[in-house]
């Protein structure tokens, strides 16, 4: 089993540019989130999902869009970047019945310019 | 909501014992999770407590007590892969929601 992935592994963009991360997962796991990590901050959850087709915010999801079509997938959207959104990104994945043992992605850096 | 308070660094030797706390503000969770994280990489989950008392998992014990809001983590025979970072995190029980909260994390440094 890969576990979680995620793609891409490292970009930059220039503020205003749009790109979507992916996040794939292999465990069939019905929950499904992304968080952002910058210094000092801990993790802070930008949106998460219950199921496929089902989406919620978190802590921080202004300037963010997710979307989970298909179980094992679960796409984040930035549609106008930031600078302030520059940070790592992390996916994570847990069963519903054991929501305190998250699997997570190794991550994507993002700078934006 | 939730809040949870780590010391932001902490600091041992190798071969020593090292207590890392987390103290809590939440008006109800399921249980209390921690995580390792090296630099650079991605957390990894360690131990989870959903009753008071003490877990224990190799050279790795967590510590819950409800009554006091409190809880820690017991890192013995440190080694120097140990220096990481180290988050608790909580499950909120308050309107269904099983969506965890993360603190801050304690940066562990373990010198030889």
């Known amino acids: 089993n890969a576990g979680v992935t995620q793609t891409p592994k490292f970009r930059v963009l220039k503020t205003g540019q749009s790109m979507t991360l992916l996040c794939a997962q292999d465990m069939n796991h019905e929950y499904m989130y992304w968080y952002r990590q910058d210094p000092g901050m801990g993790l802070r959850l930008i949106h998460y999902s219950v199921g496929e087709g089902t989406t919620a915010k978190g802590e921080v999801p202004d300037g963010y869009n997710v979307s989970r079509l298909k179980k094992q997938n679960f796409l984040l959207g930035l549609e106008s970047a930031a600078p302030s959104q520059t940070s790592v ?3 994570a994945s847990s069963k519903r019945q054991a929501t305190y043992e998250q699997y997570f992605g190794p991550g994507t850096r993002l700078t934006v310019t | 909501g939730q809040s949870l308070e780590q010391p932001s660094e902490v600091t041992a030797v190798e071969g020593a014992i ?15 999770s921690w995580y390792q994280q090296h630099d650079g990489g991605a957390p990894t989950f360690l131990s989870y407590n959903a009753l008071d008392g003490l877990e224990e998992t190799g050279r790795f014990s967590s510590f819950l007590s409800r009554s006091d809001s409190y809880g820690y983590l017991l890192l013995q025979e440190l080694q120097m892969k140990d220096s990481a970072s180290y988050f608790c995190a909580v499950s909120p029980s308050s309107g269904g929601s099983y969506i965890p ?10 010198h030889p």
């Open chain 1, 89 to 91: 990104y992390f996916c």
């Open chain 2, 18 to 32: 090292v207590q890392i706390n987390c103290t809590y503000q939440t008006s109800g969770f399921y249980g209390l």
């Open chain 2, 101 to 110: 909260t993360f603190g801050r994390g304690t940066s562990l440094i373990v």
